[in-house]
């Protein structure tokens, strides 16, 4: 058996509320909270980007044990930060991996993060014993007065990959397609992405559908048999659109069931926004450390992720007894609740920030506002060095 033995996320400190974003765009809030489906969004200073939030998810959950197992560190990013060096390369060095493990990035838009916990499975899988990390992180950028912009955030997602895991045993039951589309993309001399927003909710229910109308025919498992799905949210509204027609028509405790998980499943991503490759596995969180008691053990997990452009899968899992004591719940929580609440002022220049593309040392100051572990520091001759705070 094999899946996910340890699991935690990190959101930069800094958020902006949504409500007050959309009166001071002239928005009526409700597209926001209900239209859309967004609470708070996170925005992250310029001393936090796709390596220091990826650390800073894996910091936390890691033990001396661990550094010593772990033989493959793979990221999951579409906004990394070099064209030629892997953000894993730097984690591995700020988490102290020992020097015989591969650090490699993957970039499938949104899906990254998939093909490195499959990876990492399969890893797992033909070096009995040894360990895989997975961290999807990113910074969702779409431009200050886009359509876009309420559908942005930041946050990592780690996963510690093993024999005998103690939250969550992935199944062999994974589906996954591919197909060549433009729905959301970003040219490599563009820091925003460019998205067909319509186009891409509509590619997004059409690839939910291929793929779960042949897991069903492939697994043999129907809506009876799931506990919850964990989706792939660029804001909460868009799965319900995928979930709704498949309850149609359902019986009224199947609907019910998967209709207050999915609630659940939602709670953060509301609260944060999007983070592209760690947002499947940032739901699933959301889900376990927001239910009571209607989870147990051996409960079937079903998960949809999506890469615009587009890739998905859907695959599932099952519950181990006890994963509830390997939660941080309450850090998690901790982490949402105490973050620094933006004026409209602050969000924009903290947004039009950039980081300086010349030679020479630059130093990058956000103490007044952040205070993650690992933090982007300063860059020297085009280098990107991190420090840790203590
Ligand atoms: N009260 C309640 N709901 C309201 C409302 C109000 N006053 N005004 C609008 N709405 C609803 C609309 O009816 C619509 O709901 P629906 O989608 O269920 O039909 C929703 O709010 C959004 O309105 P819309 O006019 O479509 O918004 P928009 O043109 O500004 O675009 C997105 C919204 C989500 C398409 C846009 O933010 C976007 O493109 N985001 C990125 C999408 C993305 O990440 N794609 C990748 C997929 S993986």
Redo the contacts with the bound molecule.
Sequence with gaps: MIGIDKINFFTPNTYIDLVKLATYRGV?P??YT???GQSKMAVPTITQDTVSMGANAAFPILEKKDLTAIDLVVVGTETGIDESKSAAAFIHQLLGIHPFAKSIEIKQA?YGATAGLMMARDFVKTHPGRKALVIGSDISR?GLNT??E??QGAGAVAMLISENPRILAIEDTSIAMSENIF??WRPNYSDTAI?D??F??EA?VKFFNLLWTKFTEETTYSLDDISAFCF?L??T??GK?ALLPLLENESAGVKEKLLAHYDLSTEYTRNIG?IYTGSLYLSFMSLLDNQTTSLKPNDLIAFFS?G?GAVGEIFSGRLIEGYEKHLDTANHKDMLTDRYDLSIEEYETIFNKEIPKTDGIHSLDEEKYEKGTFYLSHISNHQRHYEKRQ
């Design positions: 009526d409700d597209k209900i239209g859309i949104c779409y359509s876009g309420v559908t729905d959301f998205v927003g319509k891409s909710n997004y792939h660029p804001y509204k868009m659109k999007n999506y615009s």
